[in-house]
């Protein structure tokens, strides 16, 4: 296998897969990004010996969403060719676990949710900031999270797109464990080798059960979400939105 893919580094770890996106301080998404990842997951989904993954961030952030400000952030296709690569990721058949030490925004927490679990530092913070940019949330979130923490909690998060702190995360499912940041991918790992050491068929079979076709709920709802997108994309709101989020401030919204 290859030990790097674009931005993504792999590294093996008897049978775990360390993934580490490094694109500090923030990883913000673009499309290749998203595809490099795909493509080293579903390459890792072919090496028999590889039975798990952790997937972790250089930099400050585990990953603070794409960045809008950026022509470049989502390529050509915008978000729509961003939320193909998502559902490939959703499509993989071993279990992931995601080391978060820090923000995991927007398209960002929808990236740690493509892990089956997470393992969080104090400092990890979560947040679904779409409606602070005029805009409406993806990459799957509407299904992804109150699939994990129920629709009470991620309507709170969504709606009011405030940042939730690791260890309520913890208490709300989102997050697995909490564990002081020096020893955030040990812990990780030791999960992850807790998977490995599974008889590999039978895990991937019960993993796909418990998954009940996700990555076809997750093309289903991201196709929803981009057309939400795209209209909202063109109104004066989502200018103002990312213009207030660059200038750190609240947005003035005028509903136009």
Same mark, same amino acid.
């Given at each position: 296998?290859?030990?790097?893919?674009?931005?993504?580094?792999?590294?093996?770890?008897?049978?775990?897969?360390?993934?580490?996106?490094?694109?500090?301080?923030?990883?913000?998404?673009?499309?290749?990004?998203?595809?490099?990842?795909?493509?080293?997951?579903?390459?890792?989904?072919?090496?028999?010996?590889?039975?798990?993954?952790?997937?972790?961030?250089?930099?400050?952030?585990?990953c603070?969403?794409?960045?809008?400000?950026?022509?470049?952030s989502?390529? #050509?296709?915008?978000?729509? /060719? =961003?939320?193909?690569?998502? !559902?490939?990721?959703?499509?993989? @058949?071993?279990?992931?676990? +995601?080391?978060?030490?820090?923000?995991?925004?927007g398209?960002?927490?929808?990236?740690?949710?493509?892990?089956?679990?997470?393992?969080?530092?104090?400092?990890?913070?979560?947040?679904?900031?779409f409606?602070?940019?005029?805009?409406?949330?993806?990459?799957?979130?509407?299904?992804?999270?109150?699939?994990?923490?129920?629709?009470?909690?991620?309507?709170?998060m969504?709606?009011?797109?405030?940042?939730?702190?690791?260890? #309520?995360?913890?208490?709300? /499912? =989102?997050?697995?464990?909490? !564990?002081?940041?020096?020893?955030? @991918?040990?812990?990780?790992? +030791?999960l992850?080798?807790?998977?490995?050491?599974?008889?590999?068929?039978?895990?991937?079979?019960?993993?796909?059960?418990?998954?009940?076709?996700?990555?076809?709920?997750?093309?289903?709802?991201?196709?929803?979400?981009f057309?939400?997108?795209?209209?909202?994309?063109?109104?004066?709101?989502?200018?103002?939105?990312?213009?207030?989020?660059?200038e750190?401030?609240?947005?003035?919204?005028?509903?136009?």
């Open positions: 296998m290859k030990d790097r893919y674009g931005e993504i580094t792999l590294r093996q770890d008897g049978h775990v897969a360390l993934l580490e996106i490094d694109r500090p301080p923030h990883n913000h998404v673009t499309v290749a990004l998203m595809a490099q990842l795909a493509d080293a997951l579903s390459d890792i989904d072919a090496e028999k010996r590889l039975r798990a993954s952790v997937l972790m961030a250089a930099g400050k952030s585990f603070a969403g794409a960045d809008f400000s950026a022509q470049d989502v390529g #050509e296709g915008g978000t729509g /060719g =961003l939320y193909a690569q998502a !559902v490939r990721l959703f499509s993989t @058949r071993k279990p992931i676990v +995601a080391a978060v030490q820090g923000a995991a925004i398209a960002g927490l929808g990236l740690a949710l493509v892990a089956d679990f997470r393992v969080a530092a104090p400092e990890a913070r979560f947040g679904a900031n409606v602070k940019l005029g805009f409406h949330p993806g990459f799957g979130i509407t299904y992804t999270l109150p699939r994990l923490i129920g629709i009470q909690k991620a309507s709170l969504c709606l009011t797109g405030r940042r939730i702190k690791a260890e #309520e995360a913890r208490e709300w /499912g =989102l997050v697995d464990n909490v !564990v002081p940041m020096e020893a955030l @991918r040990e812990s990780a790992l +030791a992850a080798r807790e998977l490995a050491e599974n008889a590999p068929l039978a895990v991937e079979a019960t993993r796909a059960t418990l998954r009940n076709q996700l990555a076809m709920q997750v093309k289903a709802q991201t196709d929803k979400e057309a939400e997108q795209s209209v909202l994309r063109k109104t004066a709101d989502f200018a103002e939105g990312i213009r207030a989020v660059a750190r401030r609240p947005g003035n919204f005028t509903g136009t």
